[in-house]
């Protein structure tokens, strides 16, 4: 069974959810709109299941952590969490649906209800994760999920990139985030969840790279973390190679982001391949919800 960890699509109800909103984020027909002005043309077909799956593949659905769900009033998050989960749960097979939840006063029992209807997990988002303080804040959601898997996204970029090129924002403020959650989460995370199992989005924005300069600053040497995984969406053979020279093959599986980028061919030898996109994400998502695997 291969599984694809990152992708987007939104479901008729969270459609529906967003367009009936009167702030960002929100929809207009088929434009998003999001805090601080940005605007993105959206196109129908990226969110059409039936143009999605395909063949024998396992896809977990993020409804996007960069859409600032999670930091709305208490109420307005939890009505489109609801509106979320509802939707891909209804999608059944090959669709598995990571669940997302308000940081402004966590609720640990509406995300243990979302994991007993089937979530398998939890997006949270990098931004929020990297703060000072972010752990701790996020602490009441990930006791919830015991050991059910994270997914760290990149939240909201900052303002200020409206009058950038299109290319800015997840080339630089979304690495940005996720390099910055990486060594959040090795200073501290791990210590206090010992056993959550952790995936980074886009390779950690290739935080694991710099543990040399890490080491050359202070930090201590350690050992690779069988729970902190990373997966592959945006990037290619040169990124995950210089990944797994780090961290070894055992903890890289596979994402694309679908359907904002299409996975690139990685050119590793089949023993790696096989664990990226079937080992790996088997033993990410091991604990999730009952029938994950089928």
């Known amino acids: 069974m291969r599984f694809d960890v ?33 605007r993105w043309e959206i196109d129908p077909a990226a969110h059409e299941p039936a143009l ?9 659905l993020a409804s996007s952590a960069a859409l600032g769900v999670d930091r709305l009033p208490c109420g307005e998050a939890a009505e489109l969490a609801e509106a979320w989960l509802v939707g891909v749960l209804a999608l059944g097979v090959p669709f598995r649906a990571w669940a997302c939840a308000g940081v402004i006063e966590p609720d640990p029992d509406a995300l243990a209800a ?62 940005n985030q996720l390099h910055a959650a990486w060594w959040a989460w090795a200073d501290g995370g791990r210590r206090r969840f010992p056993d959550l199992p ?35 969406s945006s990037y290619g053979t040169q990124a995950v190679d210089a990944i797994l020279r780090v961290l070894g093959v055992d903890v890289i599986c596979r994402g694309s982001d679908r359907p904002y980028a299409a996975p690139a ?14 080992e790996n994400p088997a033993r990410l998502l ?8 089928v």
Not at 12 to 29: K, V
Not at 52 to 60: F, L
Not at 265 to 278: F, N, Q, S, T, V
Not at 286 to 293: M, N, P, R, T
């Open 198 to 232: 952790v995936c980074f989005v886009a390779l950690a924005g290739l935080g694991p790279l710099h543990g040399e300069r890490y080491r050359a600053r202070g930090g201590a040497v350690q050992a690779v973390d069988p729970l902190t995984f990373v997966e592959t």
């Open 6 to 38: 990152h992708q987007h699509l939104w479901p008729a109800s969270f459609i529906d959810a967003l367009r009936a909103r009167r702030q960002p984020p929100r929809l207009e027909e088929w434009t998003l709109v999001l805090v601080g002005g940005e």
């Open 265 to 278: 061919p990685l050119g590793l030898d089949a023993a790696a391949l096989h664990a990226i996109e079937c």
């Open 114 to 175: 979302a994991l007993y209807r089937g979530a398998i997990g939890l997006e949270v988002a990098a931004d929020v994760l990297a703060a000072p303080g972010g752990i701790a804040r996020l602490a009441p959601l990930l006791d919830a999920l015991g050991n059910r898997p994270l997914l760290v996204h990149p939240g909201p970029s900052p303002g200020g990139t409206v009058a950038r090129p299109g290319w800015w924002t997840p080339t630089v403020c979304y690495v």
């Open 286 to 293: 091991a604990q999730s919800a009952q029938g994950v695997l």
């Open 52 to 60: 999605r799956a395909s063949g024998d593949e396992v896809i977990c």
